[in-house]
Protein backbone atom coordinates (compact mmCIF):
# COMPACT_ATOMS: atom_id res chain seq x y z
CA UNK A 1 0.00 0.00 0.00
CA UNK A 2 1.22 3.77 -0.98
CA UNK A 3 0.08 6.27 1.36
CA UNK A 4 -0.48 9.60 0.66
CA UNK A 5 2.81 12.05 2.31
CA UNK A 6 1.44 15.21 3.99
CA UNK A 7 2.67 17.68 6.14
CA UNK A 8 -0.13 19.58 8.46
CA UNK A 9 0.31 22.97 8.84
CA UNK A 10 2.63 24.79 10.07
CA UNK A 11 4.31 21.02 11.00
CA UNK A 12 8.03 20.19 10.29
CA UNK A 13 7.27 16.63 9.51
CA UNK A 14 5.64 15.32 6.78
CA UNK A 15 3.76 11.92 7.29
CA UNK A 16 2.56 9.07 5.39
CA UNK A 17 -1.46 8.68 5.61
CA UNK A 18 -3.93 6.68 4.29
CA UNK A 19 -6.41 8.57 1.68
CA UNK A 20 -9.84 8.53 3.18
CA UNK A 21 -12.16 9.49 1.86
CA UNK A 22 -15.56 11.17 2.76
CA UNK A 23 -17.78 9.96 0.20
CA UNK A 24 -19.66 7.49 0.40
CA UNK A 25 -20.38 4.48 -2.31
CA UNK A 26 -21.37 1.64 -3.45
CA UNK A 27 -17.62 -1.19 -3.51
CA UNK A 28 -17.45 -0.86 -7.16
CA UNK A 29 -17.96 2.85 -7.72
CA UNK A 30 -15.60 3.79 -4.64
CA UNK A 31 -13.19 1.51 -7.00
CA UNK A 32 -14.06 3.39 -10.41
CA UNK A 33 -14.00 6.78 -8.15
CA UNK A 34 -10.14 6.03 -6.69
CA UNK A 35 -8.97 5.29 -10.30
CA UNK A 36 -10.74 8.57 -11.71
CA UNK A 37 -8.11 10.01 -9.93
CA UNK A 38 -5.53 7.88 -10.64
CA UNK A 39 -5.53 5.77 -7.62
CA UNK A 40 -6.71 2.54 -6.38
CA UNK A 41 -8.96 1.46 -3.89
CA UNK A 42 -6.40 0.57 -0.88
CA UNK A 43 -4.91 -3.18 -0.95
CA UNK A 44 -3.86 -2.96 2.30
CA UNK A 45 -2.20 -6.29 2.58
CA UNK A 46 0.74 -5.26 3.49
CA UNK A 47 0.10 -2.66 6.82
CA UNK A 48 -3.49 -4.09 7.70
CA UNK A 49 -3.21 -3.42 11.38
CA UNK A 50 -1.45 -0.02 10.82
CA UNK A 51 -4.61 0.73 8.74
CA UNK A 52 -6.72 -0.27 11.74
CA UNK A 53 -4.67 1.48 14.36
CA UNK A 54 -4.91 4.72 12.04
CA UNK A 55 -8.63 4.59 11.48
CA UNK A 56 -8.77 4.19 15.21
CA UNK A 57 -6.69 6.17 16.72
CA UNK A 58 -7.21 8.99 14.36
CA UNK A 59 -10.79 11.69 14.39
CA UNK A 60 -11.21 11.07 10.74
CA UNK A 61 -14.68 10.41 10.46
CA UNK A 62 -17.82 9.82 12.73
CA UNK A 63 -18.68 6.68 11.13
CA UNK A 64 -15.58 4.82 11.08
CA UNK A 65 -15.97 1.99 8.04
CA UNK A 66 -14.11 2.23 5.00
CA UNK A 67 -13.47 -0.04 1.71
CA UNK A 68 -10.48 -1.39 0.96
CA UNK A 69 -9.67 -3.29 -2.24
CA UNK A 70 -10.22 -6.95 -1.58
CA UNK A 71 -13.01 -9.26 -2.87
CA UNK A 72 -13.98 -12.45 -3.00
CA UNK A 73 -16.76 -11.53 -6.23
CA UNK A 74 -14.79 -13.76 -8.94
CA UNK A 75 -14.88 -16.82 -6.67
CA UNK A 76 -16.68 -17.44 -3.58
CA UNK A 77 -14.36 -17.53 -0.75
CA UNK A 78 -11.66 -16.73 -2.80
CA UNK A 79 -10.25 -13.62 -1.48
CA UNK A 80 -8.27 -11.43 -3.47
CA UNK A 81 -6.43 -7.51 -3.54
CA UNK A 82 -7.30 -5.14 -6.62
CA UNK A 83 -3.65 -5.63 -7.56
CA UNK A 84 -4.00 -9.25 -7.93
CA UNK A 85 -2.80 -10.84 -4.80
CA UNK A 86 -4.13 -13.25 -2.34
CA UNK A 87 -4.83 -12.58 0.98
CA UNK A 88 -2.76 -14.19 3.29
CA UNK A 89 -3.58 -16.63 6.04
CA UNK A 90 -2.74 -14.56 8.83
CA UNK A 91 -5.12 -11.51 7.35
CA UNK A 92 -6.75 -9.81 10.29
CA UNK A 93 -10.25 -10.70 9.57
CA UNK A 94 -12.60 -9.71 12.51
CA UNK A 95 -13.35 -13.11 13.98
CA UNK A 96 -16.01 -15.25 12.33
CA UNK A 97 -15.44 -13.26 9.37
CA UNK A 98 -15.65 -13.76 6.60
CA UNK A 99 -18.86 -15.11 6.62
CA UNK A 100 -20.53 -14.48 3.27
CA UNK A 101 -23.81 -13.90 5.12
CA UNK A 102 -27.07 -13.14 3.17
CA UNK A 103 -25.26 -15.69 0.86
CA UNK A 104 -29.54 -16.54 -0.50
CA UNK A 105 -29.68 -13.12 -1.71
CA UNK A 106 -26.73 -11.13 -2.36
CA UNK A 107 -24.15 -12.55 0.13
CA UNK A 108 -21.02 -10.91 0.55
CA UNK A 109 -18.57 -10.38 -1.37
CA UNK A 110 -16.55 -7.12 -0.42
CA UNK A 111 -14.36 -5.96 2.33
CA UNK A 112 -14.08 -3.09 4.62
CA UNK A 113 -12.17 -2.03 7.41
CA UNK A 114 -13.21 -1.03 10.36
CA UNK A 115 -12.17 -2.35 14.04
CA UNK A 116 -11.06 -5.14 12.16
CA UNK A 117 -12.01 -6.10 8.85
CA UNK A 118 -15.63 -7.80 7.50
CA UNK A 119 -17.03 -9.15 4.30
CA UNK A 120 -20.32 -6.90 3.42
CA UNK A 121 -22.23 -6.78 0.59
CA UNK A 122 -20.80 -4.90 -1.81
CA UNK A 123 -23.65 -2.41 -2.84
CA UNK A 124 -23.90 -0.61 0.49
CA UNK A 125 -22.71 2.84 0.16
CA UNK A 126 -19.82 3.71 2.75
CA UNK A 127 -16.74 5.79 2.88
CA UNK A 128 -13.35 4.24 1.22
CA UNK A 129 -9.87 4.68 1.38
CA UNK A 130 -7.42 5.18 -1.69
CA UNK A 131 -3.87 4.67 -2.16
CA UNK A 132 -1.34 6.06 -5.01
CA UNK A 133 -1.53 3.72 -7.92
CA UNK A 134 2.15 3.51 -8.20
CA UNK A 135 5.47 4.13 -5.55
CA UNK A 136 7.49 7.47 -6.57
CA1 LIG B 1 -18.32 -13.82 -0.39
CA1 LIG C 1 -19.62 -10.53 7.02
Redesign the pocket.
Known sequence: MVWKTVRKKNCPYWKQIPMFQKDKLNWADARDSCSSEGLMLATVADQPNEVLTYINANDIYDEKSFWVGGS??AV??KWIWTDGRPFDDSFPWRYGE?N?AF?DTH???CIYASDAYY?WGCHHEIKYICELAKPY
Open positions: DIEGPNAGEDD
